[in-house]
């Protein structure tokens, strides 16, 4: 997804309706099954989404999705996995659904609770609802930032540039590629440049269980959730040690059921170790058919976990994929980073992760995996 809000007239060389598909279409890996675009050139807004279906395949999930009065719209990415609940409370407001989405679902939760929507979201969001009844942009991220949401705001032109990669900013002349300085000495050390910065200036990321409020002259980010700083001594602390196992049981089960909700086939990434074991366990004792796995290997041994990962898919009887990758297929992944991060990212899980998504895509649209 992305959008500019504020566009000002001495870019008029280059409309709108020319910038925001050139935008889009720099995103069109992220989603190949649906594309939109809305415009408002009266308020200066411009929003696009390219879709990547996994609930309601139909058109009825189109993005942008607007409002039944067409005066709020949104752009959504992400999986908000207590929708159904969600959305029978809306019916009870007297709410009605044209598709079966949890796009709507987000929609409609903003138009009856407004910023407030957020604590109602169980899942990993980023998204973008222009009010026009107000004139303001709403971006909101996920309680952990599992979904992407960068902006460039430049509050002396009024402007400001949303997308979930950097490589859409780049498409708009307002967008200035001025490398930020206070970035390099955060990327030397975490090997990855932590929220709010970006490699960029004027440019950052929205924080983990933050949005952003912006009118056109002010954007303002606030924050609606925090992990709880809950002593461990306080969480039920009248069970036993075989009632606390039950209890983590439960919720783990309850947690990977809840991302089995899917109109398109699903997978697992499996490495052998215990967090992805875990989650391929819950998958298997859930579901009425073999889950199907994917992993690595290497022929180095030191770095080799598929072995492992094959005793675990071969005893809870996965349907099981793995491939051997050798030292010019993982160079040959080096030349694609810059474009897949958009800016310095140094983590050695860089290479086999897309190697294996790559994998893993060839079979499944959707893959739970350890994190």
């Not at 504020?6 to 309706?17: H, I, L, N, Q, W």
């Not at 875990?278 to 009425?288: D, E, F, P, T, Y």
Request: charged share 20%; proline share 5%.
């Amino acid at each position: 997804m992305c959008g500019i809000v504020g566009f000002k007239s001495k870019y008029a060389y280059r409309s709108m309706k020319e910038l925001i598909p050139e935008a889009s279409k720099s995103l069109s890996h992220r989603g190949a099954d649906d594309s939109g675009f809305i415009f408002d050139e009266a308020a200066g807004v411009g929003l696009a989404h390219r879709r990547l279906s996994i609930i309601d395949l139909s058109r009825a999930g189109h993005q942008p999705m607007e409002s039944d009065d067409g005066t709020v719209c949104i752009c959504y990415n992400g999986e908000i996995y207590n929708f159904r609940k969600i959305r029978k409370i809306l019916e009870d407001c007297g709410y009605r659904f044209k598709s079966a989405t949890d796009t709507e679902v987000v929609l409609k939760a903003y138009l009856q609770w407004g910023t407030g929507c957020l604590e109602q979201f169980v899942g990993m969001f980023a998204f973008a609802i222009w009010d026009g009844r107000n004139q303001t942009l709403f971006l909101a991220r996920d309680r952990l930032g599992i979904k992407p949401l960068y902006y460039y705001l430049n509050e002396s032109e009024g402007i400001l540039i949303f997308s979930s990669e950097l490589k859409a900013l780049m498409v708009f002349g307002n967008f200035v590629k001025d490398v930020n300085p206070d970035a390099i000495p955060l990327f030397l050390h975490y090997q990855y440049i932590p929220a709010p910065g970006s490699i960029f200036k004027n440019t950052y990321k929205l924080l983990p269980g933050h949005f952003l409020i912006y009118d056109g002259d002010h954007a303002q980010s606030r924050e609606y959730w925090e992990l709880p700083k809950i002593p461990a001594t306080q969480i039920h602390p009248q069970h036993n040690e075989e009632e606390q196992l039950q209890y983590l049981d439960d919720l783990l089960t309850t947690a990977v059921s809840d991302r089995l909700v899917s109109d398109v086939p699903l997978g697992a990434l499996l490495s052998g170790g215990i967090d992805s074991s875990i989650v391929v366990a819950l998958m298997q004792k859930i579901s009425s058919t073999p889950a199907r796995t994917f992993s690595i290997g290497f022929k180095e041994k030191g770095y080799n976990e598929a072995p492992w990962a094959a005793k675990v898919a071969k005893h809870l009887k996965t349907e099981h994929t793995e491939l051997y990758v050798t030292a010019n297929d993982a160079l040959g992944v080096i030349p694609r980073l810059p474009d897949i991060y958009d800016e310095p990212f140094a983590d050695s899980s860089a290479i086999p992760t897309f190697l294996v998504s790559h994998l893993t895509r060839q079979q499944v649209t959707v893959a739970l995996s350890g994190d």
